[in-house]
């Protein structure tokens, strides 16, 4: 039985088993998880359809996570976006010596 405060939103229903959380538009939500700082790593359910066909239903899995697990999500965060830097040098740089080095063809 699905759980309501009276307004016109509703919460999907949620039981154990094979029972799946559906969004408002009956499609079975999509697990996804948050890369934004203050929620990194935390889980949500949202509805599965593409950003302009959505429904509004959000709903998540996961408690808040504590000061210390925020701390280590954005150190991740910025480690991942320091590693995506580097590869993209490294691109330019492999790009760079296969056009000086013209007879290097791999």
Known sequence: MPLSDGSSCRRPQVSCGRSRIRCYCGEEA?????????????????????????CSFFDWLDNPKCQWSREVGQKVQDKI??????????KLNEEYLRKSLGWLDM
């Open 30 to 54: 999509t697990l996804r998880m948050s890369w934004k700082v203050v929620m990194f790593g935390r889980r949500f359910f949202k509805c599965p359809k593409m950003q302009h066909e959505q």
């Open 81 to 90: 976006l320091k590693l995506e830097d580097e590869i993209k040098e490294l």
